[in-house]
T-cell receptor
Framework: GAVVSQHPSWVICKSGTSVKIECRSL??????MFWYRQFPKQSLMLMAT?????????EQGVEKDKFLINHASLTLSTLTVTSAHPEDSSFYIC????????????FGDGTRLSIL | RKEVEQDPGPFNVPEGATVAFNCTYS??????FFWYRQDCRKEPKLLMS???SGNEDGRFTAQLNRASQYISLLIRDSKLSDSATYLC???????????FGAGTILRVKS
C-alpha cells in the first residue's frame, strides 16, 4: 500500500489563487521530504528539500516566496503555491525517505495543478 | 552535459522480448542508484535499487559499472504491463537528493 499520501490529486483554479498541497508519510517518520515538479515529457525537477523543524532548502531558480514549504511534523510537509499563474501549471510530486542514508525515496501520487 | 542521461526511446518491443536500457551519470561521487518506473500521468514508483554486484528481481536485472559510470536495466519476457517510462535515478554525494534521468519509454505490444 501507499506509504506517502499527497492531497489533493487535482486542482483547477483561477489565476491569482494560492494553492496548498499536503504530503504525508503514512507509516514512518520522515525527517526529510522533497518537492518536485514535472512538466509534460520532462524529467522530475527537484524544487526544494523540506526538513522537519527547519527552513526548506530551495534549488537554484526556485522562488522561496512563491513556493512556501512548511514541514511542521515528522509526517507532514505542505507546499503552497502563492498567487498561482498559468505558467505554474504542472505536476507536483512529493517524496519522503526514512531516516537513513542512501535509501530510496517513496513518492506521493502527485498533484496535477491547472491554473486558468 | 546532463547529470543523468538516458536514451528517451521509445522502445517498441513484442511481448516476450528482452529489452535493455542504459544510463550514464556524470557525478563520480554518486553513492546510490535506482530504477523507477513511471506510468502516464502518475508518480514514479521504485522498481529496484542497483547494487555494485548487480541484482535481479524476477524478470528484471540491474547492473552498475562505477568505472564507466553506467547503469543498465534488463527486462526479460516483456509483458504488456511493462509499458511505462523507466527512470534512471542517481543519489548525490551529499544528503539524499536524487537526480532523475528524463526517462526511457517502453511500449510492449501484443
Amino acid at each position: 500500500g501507499a506509504v506517502v499520501s499527497q492531497h489533493p490529486s487535482w486542482v483547477i483554479c483561477k489565476s491569482g489563487t494560492s494553492v496548498k498541497i499536503e504530503c504525508r508519510s503514512l507509516d514512518f517518520q520522515a525527517t526529510t521530504m522533497f518537492w518536485y515538479r514535472q512538466f509534460p515529457k520532462q524529467s522530475l525537477m527537484l524544487m526544494a528539500t523540506s526538513n522537519e523543524g527547519s527552513k526548506a532548502t530551495y534549488e537554484q531558480g526556485v522562488e522561496k516566496d512563491k513556493f512556501l514549504i512548511n514541514h511542521a511534523s515528522l509526517t507532514l510537509s505542505t507546499l503552497t503555491v502563492t498567487s498561482a499563474h498559468p505558467e505554474d501549471s504542472s505536476f507536483y510530486i512529493c517524496s519522503a525517505i526514512r531516516d537513513s542514508q542512501n535509501q530510496p525515496q517513496h513518492f506521493g501520487d502527485g498533484t496535477r495543478l491547472s491554473i486558468l | 552535459r546532463k547529470e543523468v542521461e538516458q536514451d528517451p526511446g521509445p522502445f517498441n518491443v513484442p511481448e516476450g522480448a528482452t529489452v535493455a536500457f542504459n544510463c550514464t551519470y556524470s557525478n563520480s561521487a554518486s553513492q546510490s542508484f535506482f530504477w523507477y518506473r513511471q506510468d502516464c500521468r502518475k508518480e514514479p514508483k521504485l522498481l529496484m535499487s542497483v547494487y555494485s554486484s548487480g541484482n535481479e528481481d524476477g524478470r528484471f536485472t540491474a547492473q552498475l559499472n562505477r568505472a564507466s559510470q553506467y547503469i543498465s536495466l534488463l527486462i526479460r519476457d516483456s509483458k504488456l504491463s511493462d509499458s511505462a517510462t523507466y527512470l534512471c535515478v542517481v543519489n548525490g554525494e551529499y544528503g539524499n537528493k536524487l537526480v532523475f534521468g528524463a526517462g526511457t519509454i517502453l511500449r510492449v505490444k501484443s
